[in-house]
């Protein structure tokens, strides 16, 4: 009998661009898969991130400055202890990962957690460059290239776009 392989498709959506400034995490969405294979078992959360979502992050999420004012704190137990433990031991798998990483390190660091080391995550931008070079990579491409549905996708939000992934 083979050992069953255990990943999580991760996604966050954010305040901005910079994880190495100010900007910060304002939701996270994780799907569990084994052997490759969504189990139903997902997280979603929305997070104050104390500071002004972007004009831009707006549009391309929906997610407002009141959307998040009575949300948990990033370091609050139930955001990221809740987080932790979804996600163990396993391997992140992110669309366009750096960014992602960036960011959910930040985010931990800040509450004196251990980083999660790079070699637990896949990078799903990096494995399209390399199997459709010079075709375009980001998450509608893909997902147009493999026949999957966008028609539910009117904003990005992480926990769809994990799904998707």
């Given at each position: 009998?083979t ?7 991760f996604?966050t ?13 304002i ?44 949300k ?13 433990e979804?996600?163990g031991?396993?391997t992140?798998?992110?669309?366009n ?7 959910l390190n930040m ?12 070699d637990?995550?896949?990078d ?15 998450l509608?491409?893909l997902c ?16 769809l ?5």
């Amino acid at each position: 009998m083979t050992d069953s392989i255990r990943e999580i498709a991760f996604d966050t959506e954010t305040t901005g661009l910079n994880w190495d400034q100010d900007d910060r995490i304002i939701e996270l969405g994780a799907v569990e898969l084994v052997n490759h294979i969504p189990t139903g078992n997902t997280f979603q959360t929305h997070i104050n991130p104390g500071r002004s979502v972007a004009e831009a992050t707006i549009r391309i999420t929906g997610i407002t400055d009141n959307d998040l004012i009575d949300k948990p704190r990033f370091e609050a137990p139930e955001i990221v202890d809740a987080f932790l433990e979804f996600v163990g031991d396993s391997t992140l798998v992110a669309h366009n990962a750096s960014f992602d990483r960036g960011f959910l390190n930040m985010e931990l660091q800040r509450c004196d957690r251990d980083p999660i080391p790079e070699d637990r995550w896949v990078d799903t931008v990096a494995l399209a460059r390399k199997r459709y070079p010079g075709a375009p990579a980001s998450l509608d491409a893909l997902c147009k290239r493999y026949d999957i549905s966008l028609e539910s996708r009117t904003y990005h939000g992480a926990l769809l776009d994990s799904l998707l992934l």
